[in-house]
């Protein structure tokens, strides 16, 4: 298994243009955002939904890859759940909508970024990348506070 250092390398090779970087800090979090929806919008009973249980195996993933950093997508993941109870309870149509149409226009902006940067995205290699995306962003944060990974 890569470590977290040689999969932040490898998306970070794909991921050079200043634009296409801060395209990813709008449309990666925008992605992670609506994929929570979604799941979000998937009742299991019990006050339970598919976000939930789908969380709890992403914590297991990036808990892997690197404690620290997971934490940090722990907190992040948690905000986005936040924010769907939120949505939820404020949007005149159901999250799910709100989400596809979140979805849409972040990976438009995505592909765009692509374009400019003359690189096809990460996860057409390997659609980890898709989880590493997020990741790779706190470890920004991460670096800006001066905190271990």
């Not at 598919?50 to 914590?59: E, G, N, P, V, Y």
Request: aromatic share 18%.
């Amino acid at each position: 298994m890569k470590s977290a250092t040689q999969w932040l390398q490898e998306y970070g090779e794909s991921h050079q243009n200043p634009t296409n970087k801060l395209i990813h800090w709008i449309c990666v979090p925008s992605i992670f955002l609506a994929i929570i929806g979604f799941l979000f919008s998937v009742r299991l009973g019990g006050g339970w939904n598919l976000a939930h249980a789908a969380l709890i195996f992403l914590a297991v993933y990036y808990f892997r890859l690197s404690f620290p950093l997971g934490i940090g997508m722990l907190i992040f993941a948690a905000l986005c759940l936040g924010i769907c109870y939120f949505l939820e309870s404020v949007l005149p149509a159901p999250l799910w909508v709100a989400c596809l149409i979140i979805f849409i226009v972040a990976w438009i902006g995505q592909f765009y970024g692509h374009g400019l940067e003359g690189k096809k995205p990460s996860f057409f290699k390997d659609l980890q990348f898709l989880l590493i995306g997020p990741m790779w962003l706190m470890s920004f944060i991460y670096k800006r506070l001066g905190f271990k990974f």
